[in-house]
């Protein structure tokens, strides 16, 4: 346990911060740069060409990997953790300037799982309405992409992060893993996938 100093000056004693890597930061930010740059790109080629609805999927799909390319940037350059574990709180930083506080009494327990080649670890609440309206404007149709899949809507970006064991060791200590709820998720996740 450490002593850490947020941001905005205010210190916490015993508080356990987790950083995303920095290599993996910046491969994310120079991935996102190429895959945005290339949407614009094309969307102007095809616009040129008079394809214009393809042109629109395109910038559209160019304008989400820059969004993206913000996010991780942020992330890179002021280095603020992923998430703090203090005695009082799990702080999830959802974007890079903005934490949500959640106090452990909100918190019924976590669901690890996948998506592809990246790991989750999804925050069960007990007042998932109250914390909906936390969500900070620009993720919110994230999070209700990640709803309706059958995902929690606060998630811990877990294969970012460089101590994971200590983090899993942190949260059991805490709230416990939900069992009962991974094998749903995973349920849910097949029949994504299949319909997709």
């Not at 100093?5 to 210190?11: K, R, S, V, W």
Request: with cysteine; hydrophobic share 40%; proline share 4%.
């Amino acid at each position: 346990m450490v002593d850490f100093t947020f941001g905005g000056g205010e210190e916490v004693e015993d508080a356990i911060p987790f950083y995303e890597s920095k290599g993996r930061l910046l491969l994310l930010t120079i991935g996102s740069l190429l895959f945005g740059g290339a949407g614009v790109y094309f969307s102007y080629s095809l616009f040129k060409g008079g394809s214009f609805f393809i042109a629109l999927i395109m910038l559209l799909c160019g304008g989400f990997f820059l969004f993206f390319l913000s996010m991780h940037a942020k992330k890179f350059l002021t280095g603020e953790p992923h998430v703090v574990i203090t005695p009082e709180y799990l702080q999830l930083y959802v974007l890079p300037a903005e934490k949500i506080n959640f106090p452990w009494e909100d918190i019924e327990g976590y669901i690890p799982y996948r998506i592809e080649s990246n790991s989750f670890i999804g925050l069960v609440l007990k007042n998932e309405e109250r914390y909906a309206k936390l969500m900070p404007k620009k993720m919110k149709k994230l999070s209700r992409m990640s709803v309706r899949m059958g995902y929690p809507q606060y998630n811990i970006v877990f294969s970012h992060l460089k101590e994971k064991q200590l983090l899993l060791d942190e949260l059991e200590k805490r709230v416990g893993e939900i069992e009962r709820h991974k094998e749903d998720l995973h349920k849910e996740k097949r029949l994504n996938n299949e319909r997709a």
